[in-house]
């Protein structure tokens, strides 16, 4: 223990036992001895002559005749310095000392007097640094208070000291630190070593940009450092076009153009962008590790410095950064480590600047589809820009078109958030895709041609109309689409399937009557209506139809029904005669017609429309209804199980002349009403 022991010798005098000897004026028993005094050197600020003392003993100790000694000639009464404390030093307390002794390489011993300076007797504690063999060691060692050949490491800065773990008497209980406390409890920071260090930060691996990291302490001047990706890429930096300073500053970036990593022969392979780039402290052997300052290998283990990378400790043989091939990403590394999961593809390239790591996003898809006519819409949701010109469109076989050789509308390299408009012929014309009103079909959009087949190279898919379409078990695989799925049409050759940005299943898309190829989608949902809106049953038989939806609607196969046996087509000639209309009926038009050969009843009757003939007693084909004269028609329950007509309602005939009219409101027999003016073809005139 670091202590100067201070013993009082007393003396007790022999007692008699017997009570003539006992003296009157007697106080007791003698004092105990005293406590033991122990100061000892804590904190030494060695370039700029300041010394702690610290009493860790339990009494106090009047320091004033204490001595500070490096060597001949340094030694110094503590009276008569300057001091911050009290020089009789309590248990606990600190004296900050100014003694004139700046010096990288020293040993301080702290004398209990001036009596001899090499007497181990004398010496109460004592540190070395900077080097062995100071003045006043073999003193510390005779006096047990230091091993020969010890000292504390120091750096040499001014601004540190050397502070005092508490506890034993070895070099290794100091250590210098860059929290100076005198006067108070020591916290001891190690200063940080100044390191020369140079990294590869950044790569642009498809293009020739190339980031140094000086992550070091210490300016380093890179020069005469080399980039090399193998034999004939190697480049010295100084003679390449940089920006920033070549003597590159601690915490200073370097961008550098270096056009080999884009061209060097088996380095990259189209969108299997391969390498393994070093940076090379000098040329004189791109072989050898100890020239190699550092290493990234990114596409695929094996190039050509990795086996020095491995010498060298700065690289697991085959380990590489996985990248997407994208001329917009680069690779950066994290700063720590020395492994490929230190490094990460970024679609946020920051060349001169700290890092950003964002996951690069590839992702073009379908976005809106004409499923009757020829236009499809991709759109670009991910986060980098992605050349179109080599995807394929495919129904299926034969049907494939490579988009570059197509019509389009946009630009073909889609920037993120895009529209490309692509006229694609085959949509309304390939066999077996589209069935008339049943429209049908199955899209694919694929990044290449190399294998319809293959769920690798599928992007997209969508089916409308009916499960079952030709490449619908390869966006199931792909795990892009269930099987069956299918997005409901109603074959309306104006509208289109439009997708509404999330998800790969079929109610992530619908039919929409606002087509907005080249934007934003707009989904607007088709409303397809058509009802039977006048009937003048009692002179010309005419029966009026009006389309209140918002899509035209071909009646071409639609078919009127009075009951059993009396029933006829409405787009076929020889049974119906168009009084006025088109049978392909648009939203708010009009469609007049008459049987040919059949004839409504006159005091009680009833119509149905039917979108097909299949069955007239089929809730599910009857579309409108209407009843007059009488309840009881043969079609008034399937109306009214379709949910159209109310039970027993039916139109009170009217006069000679006039017709029953629709209001446009409802399902009832009420919401029919007598027109006296027949309004046939065109808006109903009533109250």
Same mark, same amino acid.
């Given at each position: ?45 060695? !370039? =700029? *002559? ?19 000694? !490096? $060597?001949?000639?340094?030694?110094? @009464? ?6 911050? *404390? ?27 007097? +001036? ?13 070395? /640094? ?15 208070? /230091? ?67 000086? +992550? ?18 190697? @480049? @010295? ?60 290998? /990114? ?18 043989? *085959? ?63 991910? +986060? ?53 009103? +049943?429209?049908?079909?199955?899209? $694919? ?36 689409? #269930?099987? *069956? ?73 639609? %078919? ?8 006829? @087509?409405? $787009? ?55 009843? %007059? ?11 009214? #199980? ?20 629709? =209001? ?24």
């Amino acid at each position: 223990m670091k202590k100067y022991l201070l013993v009082l010798a007393m003396i007790f005098a022999a007692w008699s036992c017997s009570d003539d000897d006992v003296d009157p004026t007697d106080d007791g028993p003698p004092p105990p001895p005293p406590g033991e005094a122990s100061v000892v050197l804590n904190e030494v600020v060695y !370039l =700029d *002559g300041e010394v702690e003392l610290f009493n860790n003993g339990d009494i106090n100790v009047d320091l004033t005749d204490y001595f500070l000694c !490096l $060597g001949p000639g340094t030694y110094r @009464r503590i009276g008569d310095l300057t001091v911050t *404390g009290n020089l009789d030093l309590a248990p606990g307390g600190y004296l900050v000392i100014d003694y004139d002794m700046p010096m990288a390489e020293a040993g301080l011993g702290l004398y209990v007097d +001036n009596s001899d300076f090499a007497d181990p007797g004398t010496i109460a504690d004592f540190v070395q /640094w900077g080097a062995a063999g100071s003045v006043r060691e073999e003193v510390a060692v005779g006096a047990g208070i /230091w091993t020969a050949g010890q000292f504390v490491e120091v750096s040499g800065n001014a601004d540190y000291s050397l502070a005092f773990d508490g506890a034993g008497d070895a070099a290794t209980d100091w250590a210098e630190t860059t929290t100076v406390t005198l006067g108070a409890q020591n916290t001891i920071t190690p200063p940080v070593p100044d390191v020369a260090s140079v990294v590869l930060n950044e790569v642009g691996y498809l293009n020739d940009q190339v980031e140094l990291y000086n +992550n070091g302490t210490l300016d380093v001047d890179v020069s005469d450092y080399f980039l090399c990706l193998g034999p004939g890429t190697y @480049r @010295r930096i100084g003679d390449l076009t940089v920006s920033g300073d070549l003597n590159l500053s601690p915490g200073s970036f370097l961008t550098i153009t270096y056009d080999q990593i884009n061209t060097a022969a088996g380095q990259i392979s189209g969108v299997n962008a391969t390498g393994g780039l070093g940076l090379y402290l000098n040329s004189s052997d791109f072989t050898d590790p100890a020239t190699l300052s550092d290493f990234v290998q /990114w596409g695929a283990g094996g190039s050509v410095r990795e086996p020095v990378a491995v010498a060298a400790g700065i690289w697991t043989a *085959g380990e590489f950064v996985t990248v997407i091939g994208n001329s917009e990403t680069s690779i950066a590394f994290d700063g720590e480590g020395d492994a490929a999961s230190d490094w990460a593809e970024t679609a946020d390239p920051t060349f001169g600047n700290a890092n950003s790591i964002v996951a690069p996003e590839v992702s073009v898809v379908l976005n809106e589809v004409a499923y009757l006519g020829d236009q499809v819409e991709l759109y670009n949701n991910g +986060n980098l820009t992605i050349d179109v010109s080599d995807y394929q469109l495919c129904l299926g076989p034969g049907t494939y078109r490579r988009i570059g050789d197509l019509t389009v509308s946009g630009d073909l390299a889609l920037a993120p958030g895009a529209f490309l408009v692509a006229t694609y012929d085959q949509i309304n014309t390939a066999a077996g895709q589209i069935g008339g009103a +049943n429209a049908t079909g199955g899209l $694919g959009l694929y990044i290449n041609n190399s294998d319809f087949t293959a769920e690798s190279t599928l992007a997209d898919f969508v089916q409308w109309g009916d499960g079952g379409s030709i490449r619908e078990s390869v966006a199931v695989a792909a795990g892009i689409w #269930t099987a *069956g799925d299918f997005v409901e049409v109603i074959a309306d050759v104006d509208n289109s399937i439009a997708f509404d940005g999330e998800g790969n299943a079929s109610s992530d898309w619908a039919e929409t009557t606002t087509t907005t190829f080249g934007d934003a989608n707009t989904v607007t949902a088709p409303v397809r209506s058509v009802v039977i809106n006048e009937v003048e049953y009692l002179v010309n038989d005419e029966i009026e139809i009006y389309n209140n939806g918002d899509v035209t609607v071909d009646l071409a196969s639609y %078919w009127l029904c009075f009951g059993p046996g009396a029933y006829f @087509r409405i $787009g076929d000639p020889a049974m119906t005669d168009v009084v006025s209309g088109s049978v392909n009926l648009a939203p708010g038009e009009f469609l007049v017609v008459s049987a040919v050969s059949l004839s409504a009843p006159d005091a009680a009757g009833a119509v149905g429309l039917y979108i097909n003939n299949t069955n007239f007693a089929d809730a599910n084909t009857i579309r409108d209804f209407v009843q %007059w004269g009488a309840a009881g028609n043969a079609r008034e329950i399937v109306a009214v #199980t379709a949910g159209i007509w109310n039970a027993g309602g039916f139109v009170p005939n009217v006069a000679n002349g006039s017709s029953i009219a629709y =209001d446009g409101e409802g399902e009832a027999s009420t919401d029919w009403v007598e027109d006296g003016t027949p309004s046939l073809g065109s808006g109903n005139q009533v109250p």
